[in-house]
Nanobody, 120 residues
Framework: VQLQASGGGLVQPGDSLRLSCAAS??????IGWFRQAPGKEREGISC????????YYADSVKGRFTISRDRAENMVYLQMSDLKPEDTAVYYC????????????????WGQGTLVTVSS
């Protein structure tokens, strides 16, 4: 299974951005979006299906980010709105088994990261 994340960039506070994750196979996996800021651990911010909820959102992004899945195109998106400087991080998509916690230790395969920088 191959994963590829894209869509990062430099935006201003309050802007929106959509990240995309292309996967060769999605039918048998949940997909998670994770991010890692400099000096911080990688955190799970949203998963399509997890023991935390389906979908799951971390408190830090709840109400601002939306995860969606296009099964026909084998794509998963993360629509991010009202971006804040603290959202600055490298964002990764990953495959997870169904119904597991949305944590980095549960990821079975990682895509390469895409950098999101929120700055005025």
């Amino acid at each position: 299974v191959q994963l590829q994340a894209s869509g990062g960039g430099l935006v201003q506070p309050g802007d929106s951005l959509r990240l995309s994750c292309a996967a060769s196979i999605l039918d048998y996996y949940a997909i998670g979006w994770f991010r890692q800021a400099p000096g911080k651990e990688r955190e799970g911010i949203s998963c399509t299906d997890s023991s935390y909820g389906s979908p799951y959102y971390a408190d830090s992004v709840k109400g601002r980010f939306t995860i969606s899945r296009d099964r026909a195109e084998n794509m998963v998106y993360l629509q991010m709105s009202d971006l804040k400087p603290e959202d600055t991080a490298v964002y990764y998509c990953a495959l997870l088994s169904w119904g597991v916690p949305c944590t980095s230790t549960q990821a079975r395969k990682w895509g390469q990261g895409t950098l999101v920088t929120v700055s005025s």
